[in-house]
């Protein structure tokens, strides 16, 4: 009978945290040193949070709303975040008159520095816990990083603990919110607030990122960025041929709701969840009232 461990890839663990298998030991340094050019545009997020989508509205935003462009310009990056392989290697060889639109899942202590010194723009996206987790989840089971996350349960146990795949949403998310929120160079925006308000999002971060388009501009990356129309794109296709990382593909675009949880959290489950969420958002926690569970 085969040892059912053999089936899953593991985890980097650098400096006592837990990394996909694809980012090597010397990669959270390199990532802290990477040399930040002024118009570089980051995607920033826990993972699972719509960080594709995110990265696809912004692609579209340079672009014009010009899906020619955005495959041209922007299916040749390096797929998956900076910090996977050597993406970040590659970065450093973009022509300079197109600005570079990266996607990471970086902490806070491994973002580059030069950053936070006002260099380059990031816009930041956050998802709700419990649907992130539900999210997660079905990602992690696919990839098969570790035994733990297969299963509903265990993974729910684990991801409540510091030692997470990427920290937990609470360890990663808030150090960035409460002490990044005000910096002219961050833009915080919620999944959820995006499925409220689209257009209204993408004009924020038309705004933020100092490119205004015509009203035809925004509402065709409006057209070019609904959940449908991502998942029936070559962008689907694209990401999974070149993720393609031992035969395992994930679903890139599942159902894209908010509520999703209520699918999955046990009422116990919920009960502790909401106990911990409430004691790591107490005291005022400006983020707590952004988040919302449902709509």
Not at 149 to 169: H, I, P, Q, T, V
Not at 255 to 273: H, L, M, P
């Amino acid at each position: 009978m085969t040892d059912k461990l053999t089936d899953f890839q593991g985890v980097n663990v650098i400096n006592g945290f837990k990394w996909p298998p694809l980012v090597h030991d010397d990669t959270p340094d390199n990532i802290h040193n990477f040399e930040v050019r002024e118009d570089d545009i980051f995607v920033l997020s826990y993972p699972k949070s719509g960080t594709h989508w995110t990265l696809e509205i912004v692609g579209n935003i340079v672009c014009e709303g010009n899906k020619d462009k955005v495959n041209e310009n922007y299916r040749s990056n390096p797929p998956g975040p900076i910090e996977f392989s050597d993406n970040y290697k590659k970065l450093n060889s973009f022509l300079t008159e197109k600005p570079r639109v990266m996607m990471t899942h970086a902490r806070v202590d491994v973002l580059p520095k030069q950053i936070f010194e006002g260099k380059g723009k990031v816009v930041f996206m956050i998802r709700n816990p419990k649907d992130n987790l539900v999210s997660y989840w079905n990602f992690l089971k696919e990839y098969q990083y570790l035994e733990e996350y297969e299963e509903w349960d265990s993974c729910f146990e684990a991801s409540l603990k510091a030692d997470m795949l990427y920290g937990n949403w609470f360890d990663f998310n808030l150090p960035y919110y409460e002490n990044h929120r005000n910096k002219k160079n961050f833009l915080f925006l919620t999944y959820e607030e995006m499925k409220i308000d689209h257009k209204g999002c993408v004009i924020r971060i038309c705004d933020f990122l100092s490119r205004p388009l015509s009203e035809e501009q925004v509402d065709k990356v409006v057209e070019n960025t609904t959940f449908s129309n991502m998942k029936a794109s070559n962008l689907v296709s694209f990401f999974q041929e070149k993720e393609d990382i031992g035969k395992r593909k994930y679903t890139l675009f599942r159902k894209g709701i908010v509520g999703d949880w209520k699918t999955r959290f046990t009422v116990a489950q919920n009960g502790r969840f909401d106990a911990i969420y409430n004691h790591r958002m107490e005291g005022g926690t400006a983020l707590a009232k952004r988040i919302i569970f449902e709509i």
